[in-house]
């Protein structure tokens, strides 16, 4: 609870420090207080958490391991972001100010214990998006993607209130409790209005999860924000939806799950192929990036259709994997971007000689998304695909290691123009310290995690 | 019960002509008056807190905007894109689902026994703000972040930047 409301004051703050014209403290004030706030979420660690103020929250384990891992996801984005909107407005306070408006909104959404919380909570994170995709308000493409996501969300969060109302009718109750207590009391006669809403809510969610077939905003509102912005969407947004979805069905409906979990399982099996399939043919490193997070979220799912007592530590494990290397994509990119003004693949040539640092990290990057044993990426899929293959789901398995190898494909792409495509008037790129710090930090920890997986994955 | 008839009526009638009206700013005006009904019908449920928002946001502020865009869009006949002829063809498949699935299950249910409320003054709003700042008090306090946050982002969209370069 403290970290909500360190969080949701911070950015209050912020916007003060923007009034006064205290630029230069901006950064460092962000970094301070969300490095708290997670401090202040690791205390509580050992609490043995209830329920809080009517049964609206629970700052459980499973919420201080998602509540920390967004929050330092966020501080490595915010690091990043140093310089970065400077270029493209005056007001700077307002944009960390936004964003972490979104942080708040995401911690509500991996501790909500009532699903009027879960609503909340997807709202404030969705809305600071919104803006946040469209601050390049001179771009179209940024006006586009803003404008897309705001449209595909709000129809999205139409969906998902829907089937909260439904539920509610059914169960007559808005508390996670409540609610399995019904589908535990009724094995039988659970109304058919209560199947509704469960299929609306996974629709919903789905939605902001970017799953298919609910992904068509995705490649064009990633390619379309400024970069810092799809950095965090594709990594602590994603994560916020996977530990929100995980936690309502395993709160909720575990005892439900021979309905929706064949639908689950469709879902997974399509979102994996579209995601890989089309990330073969981009041409830009960006829109790459984007399909494969949507693959990506496949993955994640895995763990609730193989819903279990691990799913929670799977989920935790994929998602850091998958945040720390996407950050070091994204951070990379966005070094590219200033020198060349382009993100397609052919503006990565020659980077491994250029710049043997960058190379070296983005080659961790790209093998730790691609899952090649050493990397978190690695471990983070052996915990989904084990979990996957003691609940029976073989077939799925094999579907997930086939689109596992044509994944390599394209990341290996990367790799390839970095190390094997030279071109002659290839300058060495400028690495400002934050960057340096990050990318090193983020690749440390793809291979400890990698190598020890132990630190990590038996957290929850 | 004979009030009920008449709003109803009235209410499916507006409906009827939001639909069917060629100009697009009637449609809206119509929209507002089937509003209007539902607003009447919510005060012969008693709910007078649904009915008093009713009537405040949606038939007030969001329809007026909705007016405000289309006078602003300028729709008329010669900018209306043509319909495909596919496009009908799966927007009558598609109705005809919706109405085959609401026949089904109007079959399937039988006629509920009428339900009684416990209390009959549930919808005013009294109630409302009890339940609403004891047990739902913190999801009120915090929508108060989703507004603050709204807010801060609609004035960074709408102030100009002082520089013509983005």
């Not at chain 1, 895995?302 to 994204?330: C, D, E, K, P």
């Not at chain 1, 020198?339 to 020659?350: A, M």
Request: charge should be positive; aromatic fraction near 14%; proline fraction near 3%.
């Amino acid at each position: 609870m403290n970290t909500l409301i360190l969080i949701s004051v911070l950015p209050i703050v912020l916007l003060y420090l923007g009034l006064y014209k205290a630029k230069n403290a901006l950064l460092p004030v962000t970094v301070i207080g969300l490095l708290v706030a997670a401090g202040l979420a690791v205390a509580e660690w050992n609490s043995n958490a209830q329920p809080i103020y009517h049964d609206m929250m629970l700052f459980d384990r499973f919420a201080i391991a998602f509540s920390v891992i967004t929050i330092v996801s966020t501080i490595l984005i915010v690091l990043l972001s140093k310089g970065f909107f400077e270029k493209i407005s005056e007001h700077v306070a307002e944009y960390y100010a936004i964003m972490l408006f979104s942080l708040a909104g995401i911690i509500v959404m991996v501790s909500y214990y009532n699903l009027t919380m879960l609503f909340i909570g997807i709202e404030i994170m969705s809305v600071s998006l919104y803006i946040l995709a469209g601050i390049r308000k001179r771009d179209v493409a940024s006006n586009e993607a803003a404008l897309k996501y705001f449209l595909m969300g709000a129809f999205s969060t139409g969906f998902l209130l829907f089937g909260i109302a439904l539920l509610y009718g059914a169960s007559g109750s808005f508390n996670l409790a409540a609610i399995r207590d019904y589908t535990l009391s009724h094995p039988r006669n659970i109304d058919p209005m209560f199947y509704t809403g469960v299929l609306m809510i996974i629709v919903g969610l789905c939605f902001k999860l970017g799953a298919a077939p609910f992904h068509f905003w995705t490649p064009d509102v990633y390619e379309g924000s400024p970069s810092i912005i799809t950095a965090f969407m594709s990594t602590v947004v994603k994560t916020a939806g996977i530990a929100a979805f995980l936690r309502l069905f395993s709160a909720c409906f575990a005892s439900i799950a021979d309905f929706w979990m064949p639908v689950l399982l469709v879902i997974t099996v399509v979102t994996l192929f579209i995601g890989n399939i089309t990330a073969l043919y981009q041409h830009s490193f960006k829109r790459m990036l984007a399909y494969s997070s949507i693959s990506h979220a496949g993955y994640l799912l895995f763990a609730i259709v193989a819903l279990g007592s691990g799913s929670a530590n799977s989920v935790f494990m994929y998602a850091t994997a998958y945040s720390i290397a996407s950050i070091i994509a994204f951070g990379v990119l966005i070094l590219i971007q200033q020198q060349t003004g382009s993100d397609d693949f052919e503006s990565f040539n020659g980077l491994g000689k250029s710049n043997p640092f960058l190379a070296v990290v983005l080659t961790i990057a790209m093998l730790s998304l691609a899952g090649i044993p050493l990397t978190a990426g690695f471990i983070g899929k052996f915990f989904m695909f084990s979990g996957a293959v003691s609940r029976y789901h073989i077939g799925l398995v094999v579907v997930a290691v086939i689109n596992a190898i044509i994944s390599i494909y394209y990341y290996f792409k990367v790799i390839i123009a970095m190390y094997f495509r030279n071109t002659a008037d290839r300058v060495a790129l400028a690495v400002p310290g934050y960057f340096g710090f990050v990318l090193g930090l983020s690749a440390l920890a793809t291979i400890l995690i990698g190598i020890f997986p132990g630190i990590i994955s038996d957290l929850i | 019960m004979s009030t009920f008839y008449f709003i109803a009526f009235l209410s499916i009638f507006f409906s009827l002509l939001v639909i069917f009206a060629k100009n697009p700013v009637h449609s809206v005006l119509y929209l507002i008056l089937t509003f209007f009904t539902f607003t009447i019908h919510y005060i012969l449920l008693n709910a007078q807190f649904l009915a008093v928002v009713n009537f405040i946001v949606y038939m007030g502020a969001i329809m007026v905007l909705f007016l405000f865009v289309m006078m602003l869009l300028n729709l008329n006949k010669e900018t209306e894109p043509g319909k495909h002829y596919l496009a009908k063809l799966a927007g009558v498949i598609a109705g005809g689902c919706l109405l085959v699935t609401l026949v089904g299950s109007l079959k399937a249910y039988k006629l509920s026994a009428p339900v009684i409320l416990h209390d009959p003054n549930l919808g005013l709003v009294k109630n409302l703000g009890k339940v609403l700042f004891s047990e739902f008090l913190l999801p009120f306090e915090i929508s108060s972040v989703l507004l603050l946050s709204a807010m801060v982002g609609a004035v960074l969209l709408a102030k100009k930047e002082p520089r013509a370069t983005a």
